[in-house]
């Protein structure tokens, strides 16, 4: 258990999603609450893996991602030139 120092815990209460990098590996991390935590538990399962979310990702932002204005956005570097 690691207990946040009293500038962590400033910091904690001004984020509303807290993300917090390791500096050796540059991972980031989002903390959630311990009853936020145990209720997605409950809602994923034991066995669950997030590549399984892929498929109803891609139908839910299907409509966005294939929306004529987003050809300007894969070309953004070229565009602002």
């Known amino acids: ?3 946040l120092t009293q500038e962590q815990q400033q910091e ?3 984020s509303a ?3 917090l990098v390791d500096p050796q590996t540059k991972k980031t991390y989002v903390l959630i609450s311990e009853d936020v935590y145990e209720r997605l538990k409950a809602l ?3 066995d669950f893996h997030p590549r399984e979310a892929y498929p109803a990702v891609d139908r ?3 409509e966005g991602w294939d929306h004529p204005k987003m ?3 894969d ?3 070229e565009l602002k030139r």
Do not use: H, K, S, T
Request: aromatic share 14%; net charge negative.
């Open 60 to 62: 839910a932002f299907a």
């Open 17 to 19: 999603v807290p993300r």
């Open 44 to 46: 994923l399962g034991e």
């Open 1 to 3: 258990m690691i207990e």
């Open 75 to 77: 070309r953004y570097e």
């Open 71 to 73: 050809n300007d956005y």
């Open 12 to 14: 904690l209460a001004l």
